[in-house]
């Protein structure tokens, strides 16, 4: 392992002046570390005694996982100092280390370290882990050390040639930008030039059309439902616009607004209000538009059309009603029954405050619906950019006494509900593909054991399907999301139950604002597959990963609790036996 770690790093063993050992402190641990390092050098030929080699916890004890930074530290402070701190306490060496006739010592006293004539001082690091893990690790100081960087940034006209590396740090995103105001005024008056803050072209432009920024303020402040005042004009679109539904809204009211051709993606070239600002008041002085936004392809502002499974059940009306709230947004929703006069009205209602919805009955688990459903979709907007495949039912028994009809609708539903989706939108230039999974996949449920195992069926399909977009064979982000109980969703238990519940694992439902941040956040990740929870962090991980340690007080948080497990691999090798694969699942 030392070996390859010092052929990795492309150095000559012999350059090497100090080795940070692990340092187990037993008395088999070290001699075994220490023959180890002997060997090592030897196979290059190092005999001359000169390597000192020591440990970090011989000076502050066992740090345990934090144990190799610890040791990473020394070592450049080491370099950084030039010299080598002897090893505190050393009285006798363990009999079973033997140092003689090889190139290791201890320091008994602190030492100038100097580096070698033709280069840099460097230093190997060691670090042993439970369960029989280990590394190596080379560090080499910089070629000129910092001290040799800040000479050279002295003498006249050379601190322009010596760029360095500021790291700022703060405990939030505020302190951390208040911070950096403060840094960047201070150089400019040791510059003696005006400070800014991004791009002086853009600031400039920006207070030359402060409606521009201003617009861009209420457009956030719209689309985020916050307060102006509130809005932070610097702070990165990553952050506050990390939701992709609330990200494509408002480049599309830009878009509307100021004639130009912005994509979601774009958002993050331009980083925050500011900066977006400057380039649109700069583009005004221009007279361009669309030339300097647009991407490499046209800006679609076509309407998003979303086709919604099981529209008429509680999760899915949830959404739905969420979805339709949305600016240019259509909806297919689709069922096996026929509207009830109360889902009816609430569709209604969405559609009366300006939403586009149709309701087509379908039974998901037959093919020839699902072409149908796709064709009418097709036929009615043209499109299709998203699926949610929230349909599925639970007949809850024990196994011995569940109804086959039962068993099969249940696993129907869910399985063949989601191969058939997927076929009939293979050629769709889908933005997402999302099922709507259950927390019994991972945990069980008496009772549920035909649930659990279609909802499983679910999780292993998205990775199939991330394979196939891998590939070019589909298109639109897969995600399986593990859902809990919700408050007001579709399937509910009593009360009763959930105190029972909540004693056993610590969930408790979720409610509908958790739910959806959970599933723009899920959106948003790069896993397929998401686990979503909430109630007593503890108890929860303790359910989920039960090796896993707790790490907190154990109070109760409403903040969803997000877990990907991992489900082994699901390649199946050509896509076409991968095809074979979930068919015959």
Not at 321 to 345: E, H, I, P, W, Y
Request: charged share 25%.
């Amino acid at each position: 392992m030392i070996l390859d770690a010092w052929t990795d790093a492309g150095i000559d063993p012999r350059t090497i002046g100090y080795v940070e050992a692990h340092g187990t402190g037993t008395e088999l641990g070290d001699p075994v570390e220490i023959d180890g390092l002997r060997k090592a050098f030897s196979h290059h030929g190092v005999t001359d005694g000169n390597v000192r080699v020591g440990s970090a916890k011989a000076h502050i004890g066992h740090t345990e996982g934090a144990a190799s930074i610890a040791g990473v530290i020394k070592v450049i402070l080491s370099m950084r100092h030039g010299e080598l701190p002897a090893m505190p306490k050393f009285k006798e060496l363990n009999p079973y280390i033997r140092l003689a006739d090889s190139p290791l010592r201890i320091n008994r006293e602190t030492e100038l370290w100097e580096g070698t004539t033709d280069g840099p001082r460097r230093a190997g690091v060691s670090s042993f882990g439970f369960g029989g893990t280990y590394a190596h690790a080379v560090i080499e100081e910089h070629e000129k050390g910092a001290r040799g960087i800040l000479r050279q940034a002295q003498e006249p006209g050379r601190a322009a040639e010596c760029p360095a590396v500021v790291v700022l740090s703060a405990r939030s995103g505020e302190r951390l930008r208040e911070y950096a105001k403060k840094m960047a005024v201070f150089l400019a008056a040791k510059d003696g030039r005006q400070a800014t803050s991004g791009n002086p072209h853009a600031e400039q432009k920006c207070e030359e059309h402060p409606s521009i920024r201003e617009d861009l303020i209420a457009i956030l402040s719209d689309v985020l439902e916050m307060e102006p005042e509130v809005i932070d004009p610097d702070e990165d679109f990553d952050e506050c616009l990390s939701d992709p539904i609330r990200r494509a809204d408002f480049s599309e009211r830009i878009n509307e607004k100021h004639d130009v051709c912005l994509t979601p993606a774009m958002l993050a070239e331009h980083r925050s209000v500011t900066h977006l600002a400057g380039r649109l008041s700069s583009m005004a002085d221009n007279g361009q538009r669309t030339t300097r936004l647009s991407s490499p392809k046209s800006a679609d502002n076509e309407p998003s059309v979303y086709l919604l499974t099981g529209g008429a059940g509680g999760l899915g009306l949830i959404f739905a009603t969420f979805l339709a709230r949305k600016r240019n947004v259509r909806l297919m929703l689709t069922g096996r029954s026929a509207l009830s006069q109360q889902t009816s009205a609430e569709i209604q209602a969405l559609t009366d405050a300006g939403a586009d919805i149709c309701y087509h009955q379908a039974d998901v688990s037959r093919r020839e619906d699902v072409e149908r459903l796709i064709s009418e979709t097709r036929s009615r907007f043209g499109r299709i950019n998203g699926v949610i495949h929230s349909a599925g039912v639970i007949r809850d028994a024990l196994i011995l006494r569940k109804n086959p009809e039962d068993i099969r609708l249940v696993l129907a539903l869910k399985i063949f509900g989601t191969i058939h989706l997927d076929e009939a939108t293979a050629s769709e230039p889908l933005d997402f593909f999302v099922l709507f999974s259950s927390i019994t996949a991972v945990t069980g449920n008496p009772g549920q054991s035909d649930y659990a195992y279609a909802n499983r069926f679910m999780d292993h399909f998205a990775d199939i399907r991330e394979n196939l977009r891998g590939e070019g064979s589909r298109s639109g982000k897969t995600l399986s999301l593990n859902w809990p109980l919700w408050q007001d969703g579709g399937m509910t238990v009593p009360q009763e139950t959930q105190r029972l519940l909540a004693q056993r694992t610590g969930m408790i439902p979720l409610s509908r604002s958790e739910g959806l941040e959970a599933f723009a956040n899920g959106l948003a990740s790069d896993v397929p597959r998401v686990v979503v929870t909430t109630g007593d962090p503890r108890k929860i991980r303790q359910t989920l990963i039960p090796e896993h340690p707790p790490t907190d007080n154990g109070q109760r948080t409403t903040d969803h609790r997000k877990v990907a497990k991992g489900l082994g691999d699901t390649r199946f090798g050509d896509s076409e036996s991968r095809r074979n694969g979930y068919r015959s699942a």
